[in-house]
Nanobody, 129 residues
Framework: QVQLLESGGGLVQTGGSLRLSCAASGRTFSSYVIGWFRQAPGKEREGVSCISSSDGSTYYADSVKGRFTISRDNAKNTVYLQMNSLKPEDTAVYYC??????????????????????WGQGTQVTVSS
């Protein structure tokens, strides 16, 4: 079993920055693809960014390219999402998710927004205009 815990959300002004963390516990964290997803009220969940288990491959939604950076520290069992130049449309609950690397890669991990083995509880990000 893997448990995921997000943190780092909050209220920030347009143009500001936040860093989200996804801390994992459980077996063989380094063998999981990790993704960040977000969902605003009344909207579909979307994949924001995903990162491979070990080779550094990443995927970003077009809406966040150049502004967000995903990274992972397997020694700390943590994945980060650095969010810069935040916009009001980034407001959402952000969730991290994990799926074993043998069953997915970064692009389908982010495009397939619901078929994940593990989900965190979510952290609220609010960007004021």
């Amino acid at each position: 079993q893997v448990q995921l815990l997000e943190s780092g959300g909050g209220l920030v002004q347009t143009g500001g920055s936040l860093r989200l963390s996804c801390a994992a516990s459980g077996r063989t964290f380094s063998s999981y693809v990790i993704g960040w997803f977000r969902q605003a009220p009344g909207k579909e969940r979307e994949g924001v960014s995903c990162i491979s288990s070990s080779d550094g491959s990443t995927y970003y939604a077009d809406s966040v390219k150049g502004r967000f950076t995903i990274s992972r520290d397997n020694a700390k069992n943590t994945v980060y999402l650095q969010m810069n130049s935040l916009k009001p449309e980034d407001t959402a609950v952000y969730y991290c998710a994990a799926q074993p690397s043998f069953s997915t890669t970064v692009q389908p991990m982010c495009i397939m927004t619901y078929s994940k083995e593990y989900w965190g509880q979510g952290t609220q990000v609010t960007v004021s205009s």
